[in-house]
């Protein structure tokens, strides 16, 4: 059974960073396009950042482009996502999941088997 596993979130101020795991476990990851989403209340699902299984290709969204970095660990079997510059508009539970292939242009749009999801609260 597919099923990431998030962990790695917590409350920071402003200007924080958090680096978030993403375990897979039931699938292999160098086989998986995959990437992470959020949700906050009140808001829409976003999806965030994705990261292709063919060449590693990664996308992120606007809202997250050059403060955060997806990776992904083969030999680890995880995929990472390493946040900098937090800021309180980046409050929300972040989920992993697996999405379309990146030539779908559903790829980081539409996300299955994503895990329980972390917690993330940036405030001062």
């Known amino acids: 059974q597919v099923h990431p596993v998030e962990s790695g979130g917590g409350a920071v101020q402003p200007g924080g960073s958090l680096r978030l795991s993403c375990a897979a476990s039931?699938?292999?990851?160098?086989?998986?396009?995959i990437g992470w989403f959020r949700q906050a209340p009140g808001k829409e699902r976003e999806g965030i950042s994705c990261?292709?299984?063919?060449?590693?290709?990664?996308l992120y969204a606007n809202s997250v482009k050059g403060r955060f970095t997806i990776s992904r660990d083969n030999a680890k079997n995880t995929v990472y996502l390493q946040m900098n510059s937090l800021k309180p508009e980046d409050t929300a539970v972040y989920y992993c999941?697996?999405?379309?292939?990146?030539?779908?242009?559903?790829?980081?749009?539409?996300?299955?088997?994503w895990g329980q999801g972390t917690q993330v609260t940036v405030s001062s």
């Open positions: 990261i292709s299984a063919s060449d590693g290709a990664t």
């Open positions: 999941g697996l999405t379309p292939a990146i030539d779908d242009s559903d790829f980081c749009k539409r996300f299955v088997s």
């Open positions: 039931g699938f292999t990851l160098d086989h998986a396009p």
